[in-house]
């Protein structure tokens, strides 16, 4: 009978289940989200408990086989929650596993291929949200910010915005998945954060961004950016699809500049 | 306070808007010290107008009173439009907010001239100078020189700013001077060469003294009109390709013109932009730049302007067909770079597959080829084109291309 391993869907808890597969030897296996499973009959169902000592392993023993730039492709491909990703993952990693050294660049594959595509997408999309967060000044002086990314690129923009807003306290929150990132300008840390302990809400409220009390000159400068906005396009030249392509709709609702209601 | 900082906001924009580059990109600049800001070495665009143009910095000018009488400008002494002038401070603290809140890469300043150069570029500098050394901002900055402003203000500028420019304005001496009387070839080359001169100076330095200071990592820009005068395409690219190789500039811009006065030098009011035009000289820019080619290939006495209905390297191809088709299994990456429908990426792709097999025609459509354009151009193991009839050619492509032409001056340029 097929063996489903469910896990918890972070990250070391599918490293945890491809390292019970190779334990085990199972053949017939498919790994899958706690969240997605649907009871099966016609499996053997284990859960995983994520155990970094066992993660760790699968991970050095990825990166002792693989370049760096490869293993990027396989956190990007993870993080793009894809139906089945986690299979496509273990077809991977079996196959860059037991072939010669090279195979990770072999298109021809379905599972190289697959991850490459997946981890393309994802980093697409890093790209955009590090340009279209738009950060809001509480009245505290807290910098926040939503955002709905497809995909769960949080971890990967992380770097970026602690690197260039260093001497400011900021908070982006990923509204589709309930959690976001909070930097503190004071010991310069940033740490993951779920509704309920964000920073301005009370414990165990949901943090709605909405109802965080704005900093007086916040509404200002939101207007000032609309006017910015709206002045530097050259009528003459307006081009609707271009615009489109650069800046899909499904952006818009977070992007000031496009929000339909003003301030 | 706001309403008043709002009006000038939108008068500064506004009249900032012509100037066409917005890019962000050619620094590295690192947010040292728990600062405020950096910079990346490709930019980043953080919104796009509706033009499709990348918003990058916060474009603005200082003033657009201004002294100078020049034709082709909104902010030109004759003409009679609202005036307003951003205090120092106020544009520092518009840039710092604008920054915070994610919505820019940083500044680009320019100014209309008022009392004297150096008066305006005292103030250009000072903005800057706020920003670093007060604010310690790392983001981008791009100052604009002012025709005429004196040495010492443009060294102090290009240690506190990223990139420097001095508009061409305009592709010949003679339109210059009927255009901006004002101005002259000198007051704009002189700066330029100067800073091309200090830069490369710099550089040497930097080999044998390591900490040498920053002086505009993201080199020198400018910016011709094109369309309001008369011109050729042939000599709008020769100024452009001695720019780049006497004063090492990174980017040139080409700027359709915008008919917004009324004026008997100029194109009428309601003359449509010359848009595709600026995109035909972005691309003859790239085959300089990026594709090896030397000017005279793309534009001579016998060929002085751009074909408009399809694009220079195209052109070129059917005016050199003894050169093809390219053998893609053997040519050198020069030629293959050469090939209709190749750009860069796929030829790098290419050199580097053929080391492991012989490429067939399903190879180059997997490494990203324009394969509809290119299948005439080259030979593979498995194909062998019939020999190409431009003019039947060129019908065909029109027919394809008829239906996705979305023209941009900065973006896509070949596929
Ligand atoms: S000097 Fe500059 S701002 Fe003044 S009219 Fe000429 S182009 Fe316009």
Redesign the interface.
């Known amino acids: 009978m097929k063996d489903l391993l469910v896990y918890d869907g972070s990250f070391p808890g599918l490293l945890t289940a491809i390292f019970d597969v190779y334990e085990r030897k199972l053949a017939d296996v498919s790994i899958v989200r706690e969240h997605l499973y649907h009871p099966d009959l016609y499996a053997t169902v284990r859960t995983i408990t994520r155990d970094t000592h066992k993660a760790t392993r699968v991970w050095q023993g990825l990166q002792k086989k693989l370049a760096t730039e490869i293993i990027d492709h396989f956190y990007k491909s993870f993080l793009s929650e894809a139906h089945n990703v986690e299979d496509t993952l273990l077809a991977f990693t079996r196959y860059v596993l037991g072939a010669p050294p090279g195979a990770e660049r072999n298109?021809a594959h379905p599972a190289v291929l697959e991850v490459m595509q997946l981890s393309k997408k994802v980093h697409r999309e890093k790209?955009r949200m590090?340009?279209?967060?738009?950060?809001?000044?509480a009245a505290d002086g807290l910098?926040t910010?939503t955002i709905e990314p497809d995909f769960n690129v949080l971890p990967l923009i992380t770097g970026h915005f602690k690197?260039?807003?260093?001497?400011?306290s900021w908070l982006i929150y990923d509204d589709k998945r309930s959690y976001g990132i909070l930097y503190n300008?004071k010991d310069?840390q940033v740490m993951e954060v779920t509704a309920g302990v964000t920073h301005s809400a009370t414990p165990g409220e949901d943090p709605d961004m909405a109802s965080i009390v704005v900093h007086d000159?916040e509404a200002?400068?939101q207007?000032?950016?609309k006017?910015?906005?709206q002045?530097?396009?050259?009528?003459?030249?307006?081009?609707?699809?271009?615009?489109l392509?650069?800046?899909p709709t499904r952006y818009w609702r977070y992007?000031?500049?496009k929000a339909m209601a003003g301030p | 306070m706001?309403e008043r900082?709002?009006e000038k906001?939108?008068i500064l924009?506004?009249a900032a808007?012509?100037d066409v580059s917005c890019s962000s990109s050619g620094s590295k600049r690192?947010?040292t010290d728990?600062?405020?800001?950096?910079t990346t070495e490709s930019g980043?665009?953080?919104?796009?107008?509706?033009?499709?143009?990348c918003?990058s910095l916060?474009?603005i000018l200082l003033t657009n009173y201004c002294l100078y009488d020049c034709a082709y400008c909104v902010s030109r002494r004759s003409n009679d439009i609202q005036r307003a002038g951003f205090t120092v401070n106020e544009v520092v603290a518009?840039t710092l907010?604008?920054y915070?809140?994610?919505?820019i890469e940083g500044l680009f300043l320019s100014s209309g001239i008022f009392k004297n150069p150096d008066y305006t570029m005292e103030r250009l500098v000072r903005v800057a100078k706020t920003l670093r050394t007060l604010h310690?901002f790392n983001g981008y900055i791009h100052l604009k020189t002012i025709p005429g402003c004196s040495e010492e203000l443009i060294l102090e500028a290009a240690t506190y700013a990223d990139r420097l420019s001095v508009n061409i304005e305009l592709p010949s001496e003679q339109s210059l001077r009927h255009l901006a009387p004002e101005k002259s070839k000198d007051s704009i080359i002189k700066p330029m060469s100067f800073l091309h001169h200090r830069i490369t100076a710099l550089a040497d330095e930097r080999k044998v003294i390591r900490h040498t200071p920053t002086f505009a990592p993201a080199g020198q820009s400018t910016q011709m009109v094109v369309g309001a005068t008369p011109e050729n395409d042939l000599q709008v690219m020769t100024i452009a390709d001695s720019l780049y190789k006497k004063f090492g500039l990174r980017r040139v811009y080409y700027s359709g013109y915008?008919p917004v006065l009324a004026d008997h030098r100029l194109p009428a009011p309601g003359t449509?932009?010359p848009?595709i035009r600026e995109n035909r000289l972005y691309q003859t820019d790239w085959l300089l730049r990026f594709y090896k080619f030397s000017l005279h290939e793309v534009l001579n006495a016998q060929n002085p302007q751009l074909d408009l209905d399809i694009d220079p390297k195209l052109s070129w191809a059917f005016r050199n067909l003894d050169q093809f088709p390219v053998d893609i299994n053997k040519a050198d990456y020069e030629m293959i770079l050469r090939v209709p429908g190749i750009g860069i990426s796929s030829a790098l792709k290419i050199i580097e597959a053929r080391r492991f097999k012989t490429l067939n025609l399903a190879d180059l459509r997997?490494l990203g080829v324009a394969f509809n354009r290119a299948k005439h151009f080259v030979y593979t193991s498995d194909n062998r084109p019939r020999e190409v009839v431009a003019a039947v050619l060129r019908q065909q492509i029109l027919q394809q291309s008829k239906y996705h032409t979305?023209?941009?001056p900065q973006?896509q340029l070949f596929t």
């Open positions: 298109f790209h590090e340009a279209f967060v738009r950060f809001q000044q910098y910010a690197d260039r807003y260093a001497d400011q300008e310069g000159h200002a400068y207007t000032l950016w006017t910015y906005f002045t530097t396009s050259i009528d003459v030249r307006k081009n609707k699809k271009l615009h392509r650069h800046v992007l000031t500049e | 706001w900082i709002q906001l939108k924009a506004d808007k012509y690192v947010n728990k600062g405020i800001g950096n980043i665009c953080h919104s796009y107008t509706e033009d499709g143009r918003v916060l474009k518009l907010n604008f915070r809140r994610n919505y310690r915008v449509p932009v848009m997997t979305t023209l941009t973006m």
